[in-house]
């Protein structure tokens, strides 16, 4: 089964998100959580990080991650860890493989014309708001 990961960062205020306009398949020209594969022999929450800190520059000392959701899809042999993590200061993102941006959270996540994962997004989004107090202890 191939491994991939979707991570949900907050601005450290939690009045936004970081999304990314996918440039490429799937989901070209929706706006998505930042991610991307797991590597052989590579844990989960390792390779969160490490994906994090390609596609924006966070890294580890900038947030810590919780494994908060996966979906496995047994048919195409295909499973997702999403994680979750606050940003521990204001800082700026920067990547080149997707158009990166915060976006506020006043959206309907579930607009498969705007946000990419059939639903997905805003699922992840309405289990996040109903954790919020165990996800973010401050």
Known sequence: MQGFN?????????SQILMCKRRKDPYQGLNCFVGGKIELN?????????????ETGINRDDILLTHFIDYTYHISGV?????????????????????LFWTDLAHNFFDTTVFGGEGDIGH???????????????
């Open 42 to 54: 590579e844990s989960g929450q390792d390779a969160a990080y490490r994906e994090l800190y390609e």
């Open 6 to 14: 979707s991570i949900v960062v907050f601005s450290n205020d939690k």
């Open 79 to 99: 499973y997702v860890e999403v994680y979750v993590g606050k940003l521990n200061k204001i800082m700026a993102v920067q990547g080149d493989e997707n158009e």
């Open 124 to 138: 992840v989004m309405a289990q996040i708001k109903k954790r919020e107090s165990a996800l973010f202890k401050d």
